[in-house]
């Protein structure tokens, strides 16, 4: 029987750090999640599709962070599009591997409460999910 074939060498580790990495900070994720929502081909405007408000008080600094970090490193993996001019965001060509990993996670969000517990920023994204 032939051996498997080494994750390294088809790409699937790789890819698993990608969107860990991705989903890594809070920022994206929201920006991720806020593009689950929108039609393939469709942008979302920048910075609102990253932004809660009960928590973001700095939209310039939100904007700058965007722009110099967490747009690019979204957009390196190919799970965004984004433009400066109007400042928004679309999916990338492979976002549809991210998507199902946020499926999954926030169909499991009731499930996991300790996951959330404590933690007001989470708490509330749930609780905004549920209603």
Known sequence: M??????EENGIVEQWDRIFGA???????????????ARPE???????????KEIDRDERKLRSQLVHCHL???ADYDFVRWRTNPFQVR????????EAVLTTLL??????????AGSSRLEYDSDCRTE
């Open 2 to 7: 032939p051996a498997p074939p080494c994750q």
């Open 23 to 37: 989903l890594s900070a809070e920022p994206r994720r929201r920006l991720l999640v806020s593009l689950l929502d």
């Open 42 to 52: 469709e942008y979302v405007n920048l910075p609102e599709a990253a932004l809660l």
């Open 72 to 74: 690019p490193l979204l």
């Open 91 to 98: 999916r990338g060509p492979k976002f549809e591997a991210i």
């Open 107 to 116: 169909d499991r969000a009731e499930e996991d409460p300790p996951l959330v």
